[in-house]
T-cell receptor, first 111, second 114 residues
Framework: GDSVTQMEGPVTLSEEAFLTINCTYTATGYPSLFWYVQYPGEGLQLLLK?????DKGSNKGFEATYRKETTSFHLEKGSVQVSDSAVYFC??????????FGAGTRLFVKA | DAGVTQSPTHLIKTRGQHVTLRCSPI?????VSWYQQVLGQGPQFIFQYYEKEERGRGNFPDRFSARQFPNYSSELNVNALLLGDSALYLC?????????????FGSGTRLTVV
């Protein structure tokens, strides 16, 4: 079945460091890919998305490119801030009614 | 505009009891989905409703049921609660059900079964 695999956390970085969170997927058909972020005590927020191969999603300095050849959708940010500390979820959606989430990667950013 | 609102925010129930969770989607959103998030894991799909009809169901037992009302709000019901039902229950709304549409999530209902 369809699945999403994310790198295990926690990831701990110093402020202004470069961030990469790896995400690979397995899917039949042509999924859309998403990154969601969850801050403590809150629900998930849609961070960015890409709906077809080679699309790049971007928002708030975060980017991810839909790579069909490597079935990947890695999240990157050039310079993280303390306020980026959260749990990040990679997700895919096929068929229109269900989104499959990865297990999440916790990011800690130190001042 | 109000976001997705869920009630209650926290709930403690005893094994064997029944619980009803409520969700109001963003105004104009016709699709509501329910997810269960166990601590330390990603959300797991329970149901999707669109225009008051069930469009999809995840791998959950029949103790779980839901419905959507004419104003697009939704209820999730869980009967005969088990300790393993303790989780954060998230409601997500979207304008449409298509593959390219992401969700707007509520802050969730934290259910603790004792």
């Amino acid at each position: 079945g369809d699945s999403v695999t994310q790198m295990e956390g926690p990831v701990t970085l110093s402020e202004e460091a470069f961030l990469t969170i790896n995400c690979t997927y397995t899917a039949t058909g042509y999924p859309s890919l998403f990154w969601y972020v969850q801050y403590p005590g809150e629900g998930l927020q849609l961070l960015l998305k890409a709906t077809k191969a080679d699309d790049k999603g971007s928002n708030k300095g975060f980017e991810a490119t839909y790579r069909k050849e490597t079935t990947s959708f890695h999240l990157e940010k050039g310079s993280v801030q303390v306020s980026d500390s959260a749990v990040y979820f990679c997700a895919l959606k096929t068929g229109g009614f269900k989104t499959i989430f990865g297990a999440g990667t916790r990011l800690f950013v130190k001042a | 505009d109000a976001g997705v609102t869920q009630s209650p925010t926290h709930l403690i129930k005893t094994r064997g009891q029944h619980v009803t969770l409520r969700c109001s989607p963003i105004s104009g959103h016709k699709s509501v989905s329910w997810y269960q998030q166990v601590l330390g894991q990603g959300p797991q799909f329970i149901f999707q409703y669109y225009e008051k009809e069930e469009r999809g169901r995840g791998n959950f037992p029949d103790r779980f049921s839901a419905r959507q009302f004419p104003n697009y709000s939704s209820e999730l019901n869980v009967n005969a609660l088990l300790l393993g039902d303790s989780a954060l229950y998230l409601c997500a709304s979207s304008l449409e059900t298509g593959t390219s549409h992401g969700y707007t999530f509520g802050s969730g209902t934290r259910l603790t079964v004792v």
